[in-house]
């Protein structure tokens, strides 16, 4: 099975910088996602990591690695519209050629003025 | 490009009921997957639909079960409802499973509540 594990919640503060951890056990490592999700609507993908290293996407980065299992999301001049959860996933080979996403159970982060 | 389209997006039912929710993927996605979201455990992994085959199945009880159509859209089943399966239950589709990111793109969910 798999093990994924990041923070319940976090607070920080209009305009600074949050790190969100991610850890996780797996066998089969073939990818490492982030999607956001605003309260009352569907996760959208923000990021993807299949080596290690830094992915940068604007404001948001992420961070993997595979002998550490872990990962991390970097939004950078945080907004008040990035409060959101923000869910890690990693995909897995599941047997016989196909793979599973499975994700942690979210990370609350509430951007305060 | 439409998204991906859940009906219905409320319902109620009761204990013992049986309910079916559909997903229409994105257009040219073949990869349909199911998905249950409770404040509790997050997401949660139900199944994965792909040309009509089932590829993968989650740890959930017999009473859950799916199916895709030749037109790649897919519907979830839940017989004898419980209180427990109260939930959001999301369907995402993707292109492929081994594309390039296989990035899911989600609806916005049916919220089933059972009463």
């Known amino acids: 099975g798999q093990n994924i594990d990041q923070p319940t919640e976090m607070t920080a503060t209009e305009g600074a910088i949050v790190q969100i951890n991610c850890t996780y056990q797996t066998s089969g490592f073939n990818g490492l996602f982030w999607y956001q999700q605003h309260a009352g609507e569907a996760p959208t993908f923000l990021s993807y990591?299949?080596?290690?290293g830094l992915e940068e996407k604007g404001r948001f980065s992420s961070f993997l690695s595979r002998s550490k299992g872990y990962s991390y999301l970097l939004l950078k001049e945080l907004q008040m519209k990035d409060s959101a959860s923000y869910l890690c996933?990693?995909?897995?080979?599941?047997?016989?050629?196909?793979?599973?996403?499975?994700f942690g159970k979210g990370t609350k982060l509430s951007v305060i003025p | 490009k439409a998204g991906v389209t859940q009906t219905p997006r409320y319902l109620i039912k009761t204990r013992g009921q049986q309910v079916t929710l559909s997903c229409s993927p994105i257009s040219g996605h073949r990869s349909v997957s199911w998905y249950q979201q409770t404040p509790g455990q997050g997401l949660q992994f139900l199944f994965e639909?792909?040309?009509?085959?089932?590829?993968n199945k989650g740890n959930f009880p017999g009473r859950f079960s799916g199916r895709q159509f030749s037109n790649s859209r897919s519907e979830m089943n839940v017989s004898t409802l419980e209180l427990g399966d109260s939930a959001l239950y999301l369907c995402?589709?993707?292109?492929?499973?081994?594309?390039?990111?296989?990035?899911?793109?989600f609806g916005e969910g049916s919220r089933l509540t059972v009463l």
């Open positions: 639909y792909f040309s009509e085959t089932q590829r």
């Open positions: 990591n299949v080596l290690d």
């Open positions: 995402a589709s993707s292109l492929e499973v081994t594309d390039l990111t296989g990035e899911l793109f």
């Open positions: 996933a990693v995909r897995a080979l599941a047997g016989a050629g196909s793979y599973q996403l499975t």
